[in-house]
């Protein structure tokens, strides 16, 4: 079983920065591709970034393309997500989760992802 634990949220005033972690148990975590999403109050949930288990492939929301990176180190079992320039729309909880391919090349953000965090809150205000 693949436990996430995602940290790093908080409060930021707009065109700040943040950059969250999703910390895995696993000892095969780098056998999953990690995908970001969130939900803001009253909308459906959508996907911001995903990254191949390689580490090769990644993908990312119009929305935040150029504003946001998303990174992993295996031998620490943790993906990153870097977000710069961030605006009030982003204000968010904030999950990370993972699947297998078969390709360690490939993610996607509208595929089912099996193993799901917690979330955390990103809220962009003044």
């Known amino acids: 079983q693949l436990q996430l634990v995602e940290s790093g949220g908080g409060l930021v005033q707009p065109g700040g920065s943040l950059r969250l972690s999703c910390a895995a148990s696993?000892?095969?975590?780098?056998?999953?591709?990690i995908g970001w999403f969130r939900q803001a109050p009253g909308k459906e949930r959508e996907g911001v970034s995903c990254?191949?288990?390689?580490?090769?492939?990644?993908n990312y929301a119009d929305s935040v393309k150029g504003r946001f990176t998303i990174s992993r180190d295996n031998a620490k079992n943790t993906v990153y997500l870097q977000m710069n320039s961030l605006k009030p729309e982003d204000t968010a909880v904030y999950y990370c989760?993972?699947?297998?391919?078969?390709?360690?090349?490939?993610?996607?953000?509208?595929?089912?992802?099996?193993?799901w965090g917690q979330g955390t809150q990103v809220t962009v205000s003044s």
């Open positions: 989760a993972a699947r297998p391919y078969t390709s360690r090349n490939m993610c996607g953000l509208t595929h089912v992802y099996n193993y």
């Open positions: 696993s000892v095969t975590f780098d056998y999953y591709a």
């Open positions: 990254i191949s288990s390689s580490g090769g492939s990644t």
